[in-house]
């Protein structure tokens, strides 16, 4: 299988989608639970929403390049959804990825200037 850009992608935007949720239930508990924050929060919401975004549609192509069934699929386009379950899947991916695409699929490649 040709090496691919999206699994470096993928491991970032589920970083990123999973601090941004980790930050968003903090400032919910801020708002809901001491009445703090309120407008903080929604900026939050929607920060989370964009990358959660961007991470739907780069798990869905790599998923597709990888010919994972549907449920694992639905799996892990979920787990953007719930705190902590990105970081567990990001590792699970890169693991599974890096035994089927070639050497150094996720490292960083030149730009080719």
Do not use: N
Request: overall charge positive.
């Amino acid at each position: 299988m040709k090496a691919t850009p999206l699994l470096g992608w993928y491991r970032g935007l589920a970083i990123a989608t999973g601090v941004a949720l980790l930050v968003f239930c903090g400032f919910m508990v801020a708002k809901y639970g001491f009445g703090a924050a309120e407008d903080v929060t929604t900026y939050v919401a929607m920060l989370h929403g964009y990358l959660y975004i961007g991470y739907f549609v780069v798990t869905f192509m790599l998923g597709q390049k990888l010919k994972w069934p549907m449920g694992r699929l639905v799996l892990t386009l979920a787990a953007g959804c719930i705190p902590f379950l990105s970081f567990v899947f990001e590792r699970k991916v890169a693991r599974e990825a890096a035994e089927k695409l070639p050497a150094g699929a996720g490292d960083r490649q030149p730009a080719g200037v």
